[in-house]
């Protein structure tokens, strides 16, 4: 059987290929027929002929073989130092002998795409912090991207996220919120603040307005309240600000999945809507990888040559960093946390958007002196939370994700801190996990509840006396 | 024998890897593509200068960065070689006296005999302790093949011919000869191996660093190396 029914190579076009992989639980069958999946081996011939240039082969050809990537890499030394988990290993074994037998005329058989699968996504999670201890600059979290977009398109993919790409082509969102939905849901948070927020409004397709707020599908579909709170906190910021009904959503399921489409047309979406509304400026909300999917790597997807999104484009940290050092929102001093704090510096803004700074000077206002430690390493040379790239949402590869949690799971230990501020929704989900299977005794959080909870409420904003 | 060794095939060797290096950086730089790199290359020239110069020159300085700092090591190990290998052919008298004397370059500088020894040794060690780096650590070793280890007979064999020639005069003619013949084939070897990395160095580091400058943030904030 070379093509299944559920695990092929075509893309999920319609709502009813998507419903019938949903109904695989676990992706049983899926996984089932990929094993006897077929390789097209011309596909994978012009795909390297079309796409691996030279940046990507000079790091294939030229790696010296020296090793200094291994202890640059988190899964390496959570893995006991196993040597198969050396990055320069992992990318010769998969991308490096795709390329090989590609240019050999050697067959590419099935077993060999599911073990590049398994390192893929179970063994990289494009964290790049590799790339900065190679004496060459070799970003294996680049190539191990490049990869996932060879082995999406031959079909090679985990369940959850040809899935979570399916949802990007159908519903233009990770999850399956609908325009009405999404409106809806604004509505129905503008309405539940409404009592101890008087006027506060979640304005859906303004035009003209100062800001463009974007998030992430898993807001409005299982934390509202986090969308409340930005509305909050426009409110008290006396930000004129708006969402749109379409292309609100700035994730990208199918870059972790390396769905190229999927991530055009997802990111399309929004670039669409800055076009149709034109904001001033766009603030997306504390998420890394949507982040870097729609303001970092987007622009490229989108053919645009600058690099930049149709309007300035900034994350969520980037906006607080503003409020506070100019005084639109006022912090209580006596409200600062008092119990030792840490702060988790995510991969795609830290590493890769240069914010190390800005969150540091926003640590200051939140937290009381002498009750913020630094984890080690930090800032660009931080770990990866343990499951960054799509590895928090595959269930096959949950295991090896517990395991990977250890890092920061020691990581922490080693501060001492009993809460820690991250603003990234797969960090933060990586670090509820670690206290879950580890139970160590932490807290975390965003910083949007925090900065509500600390805020100086001018008293014009305050409702009316009974 | 000497003739040919020094004449023709000296030529030879010096315009295959001069030639061959150029035809490598005009293949990488023209294999650059700002839409599959997703790097806006041409776009901000200051920025992406800046992020190339920072990322080379961070790596050119021992215990520059981050990488260096944690395996130190390795970092003398690799500067001892590298050091050697480059600055002992460039500046070493005999050399240095073929430059005046066949092209009439009168102002390169030169080293003295004692420097150019030093260095030597110091490359020669450095070398053996990389081999045996590669055999011993099994993080290394799962990436090492024989290639690697060729690579290293390559770059040391004129270097160990070259120090016999100078130091054992009965079987001065043998090493001399063994000497400019292994000089030879290492030059010949470095546009066609993993020996490229003389300008590929540069090249992907430069890269890299215009990938942060540019797009990864070094608009914000310079990068950490």
Not at chain 1, 32 to 37: A, D, G, I, V
Not at chain 1, 40 to 61: E, P, Q, V, Y
Not at chain 2, 103 to 110: A, F, K, N, V
Request: net charge neutral; glycine share 8%.
């Amino acid at each position: 059987m070379p093509e299944g029914t559920l695990c092929n190579k075509k893309p999920i076009q319609t709502k009813e290929e998507l419903d019938a992989l949903l109904a695989d639980k676990s992706g049983k069958v899926y996984y089932e027929e990929m094993k006897s999946l077929d390789v097209d081996m011309d596909k994978l011939k012009s795909a390297f002929k079309n796409t691996l240039k030279s940046r990507t082969r000079t790091w294939l050809d030229m790696c010296a073989h020296c090793g200094l990537c291994a202890d640059s890499c988190f899964l390496y030394n959570v893995n006991k130092r196993d040597p198969k988990q050396v990055p320069s290993y992992k990318i010769q074994t998969t991308l490096g002998e795709l390329v090989r037998r590609a240019e050999k005329n050697k067959p590419v058989d099935n077993e060999l795409m599911r073990y590049c699968m398994d390192t893929a996504w179970s063994k990289c999670t494009c964290c790049n912090r590799c790339g900065s201890y190679c004496p060459y600059g070799i970003d294996m979290g680049v190539m191990f991207s490049y990869l996932r977009g060879l082995l999406y398109a031959q079909g090679f993919v985990p369940w959850e996220l040809k899935i979570g790409s399916g949802m990007h082509r159908i519903f233009r969102a990770q999850m399956d919120v609908t325009t009405e939905d999404w409106v809806e849901t604004c509505e129905w948070m503008a309405e539940e603040s409404e009592d101890e927020w008087p006027g506060l409004e979640i304005p859906v397709d303004k035009e003209g307005a100062d800001v463009m707020y974007t998030c992430n599908a898993r807001e409005p579909k299982h934390y509202p309240e986090d969308l409340a709170e930005a509305a909050i906190l426009f409110h008290l910021t006396g930000e004129n600000w708006t969402v749109p009904s379409t292309g609100w959503e700035q994730t990208s399921l199918s870059m972790f999945a390396g769905d190229w489409e999927a991530c055009r047309m997802q990111v399309e979406t929004v670039y669409d809507a800055i076009e149709r509304l034109q904001p001033k400026r766009v603030i997306g909300t504390e998420c890394g990888h949507a982040h870097r999917a729609t303001v970092v790597e987007g622009p490229y997807w989108a053919g645009r040559k600058d690099g930049n999104p149709p309007a300035p484009y900034i994350h969520y940290v980037e906006w607080v960093h503003e409020v506070l050092t100019t005084g639109r929102l006022k912090l209580d001093p006596a409200k600062r946390i008092k119990v030792l704090t840490t702060y988790q510096d995510s991969c795609n803004y830290i590493r890769n958007h240069g914010m190390a700074d800005k969150v540091r000077e926003i640590m200051d206002y939140l937290v009381e002196p002498g009750y913020f430690i630094e984890m080690t390493p930090n800032r660009e040379h931080n770990y990866c939370c343990g499951g960054g790239g799509g590895f928090n949402g595959v269930g096959k590869y949950r295991p090896q994700r517990n395991v990977a949690l250890k890092c920061k799971r020691d990581q922490i230990l080693a501060t001492g801190a009993k809460l820690v501020i991250s603003p990234c929704h797969n960090c933060w989900d990586a670090i509820r996990d670690l206290e879950e299977e580890y139970k160590i005794g932490i807290k975390w959080s965003f910083l949007k509840p925090l900065l509500i909870e600390m805020a100086i409420v001018p008293d014009h904003l305050k409702p009316a006396e009974e | 024998m000497y003739e040919l060794l020094t004449g023709p095939l000296l030529w030879a060797s010096v315009l295959i890897c001069l030639g061959g290096l150029i035809f490598r950086v005009i293949q990488y730089i023209r294999g650059l593509s700002w839409q599959l790199d997703r790097v806006a290359y041409t776009a901000y020239p200051t920025h992406g200068f800046k992020g190339a110069a920072r990322s080379i020159l961070f790596w050119l300085i021992p215990f520059g960065n981050h990488g260096w700092r944690a395996k130190p090591g390795f970092t003398i190990l690799f500067f001892c070689f590298h050091v050697g290998l480059v600055a002992v052919p460039l500046f070493l008298e005999g050399h240095v006296v073929l430059l005046r004397e066949g092209l009439g370059i009168g102002w390169w500088p030169s080293m003295s005999m004692a420097v150019a020894d030093f260095l030597t040794l110091l490359m020669l060690t450095a070398a053996g302790l990389i081999a045996i780096r590669r055999i011993a650590l099994p993080e290394v070793r799962i990436i090492t093949t024989a290639y690697d280890f060729l690579l290293l007979i390559i770059t040391t064999a004129p270097f160990i011919t070259g120090y016999f020639a100078a130091h054992q005069a009965a079987n001065y003619e043998f090493w001399l000869l063994a000497h400019i013949a292994a000089g030879e084939i290492m030059l010949v070897a470095i546009p066609f191996t993993k020996l490229y990395h003389v300008v590929g160095f540069f090249l992907s580091r430069a890269q890299l660093g215009m990938d942060f400058g540019i797009k990864r943030g070094g608009k914000k904030k310079n990068f950490a190396w």
